[in-house]
């Protein structure tokens, strides 16, 4: 009679390449998604092209001029004469800067004077949105 050896026990493996998959593949779905939680709070408007750096803002108060002169603050329509008393309560401290989104056919006057009357509310720093190349 012939005997058997015993069996040899072996460990269990664990196979990296497939978690490392799913990692990339989580870090992907996460990256993309926050970058498509960027809301301006504006109306679609045709921005003029440009190069610009991300913004960093984080409440973002946006000041929205389209072609026909019409004038928004988050979607909110106002006037020049009632722009800064609508501006003043939106703004949080004097750091808080103001995202321009002007229409690339809005009148250069109108916009002038939006941004002056915006200063005039307390505004000192304010970022212009472009459409990227």
């Known amino acids: 009679m012939k005997l058997r050896k015993p069996r040899t026990f072996r460990k269990g493996r664990i196979e990296i390449i497939p978690m490392i998959d799913v990692m990339f593949f989580l870090l992907a779905t996460f990256m993309l998604s926050s970058l498509s939680l960027q809301n301006l709070d504006s109306l679609q408007v045709n921005l003029p092209q440009g190069e610009a750096e991300k ?78 190349k």
């Open 55 to 132: 913004l960093q803002a984080k409440t973002p108060v946006t000041l929205t001029l389209t072609s026909d002169s019409q004038i928004f603050i988050n979607r909110i329509p106002v006037t020049l004469d009632t722009l800064a008393e609508t501006l003043e309560p939106l703004l949080q401290d004097s750091e808080q800067k103001l995202i321009v989104s002007a229409d690339n056919d809005a009148p250069q006057g109108i916009v002038v004077q939006a941004m002056l009357r915006a200063r005039s509310a307390g505004v000192q720093h304010f970022m212009i949105a472009v459409k990227h």
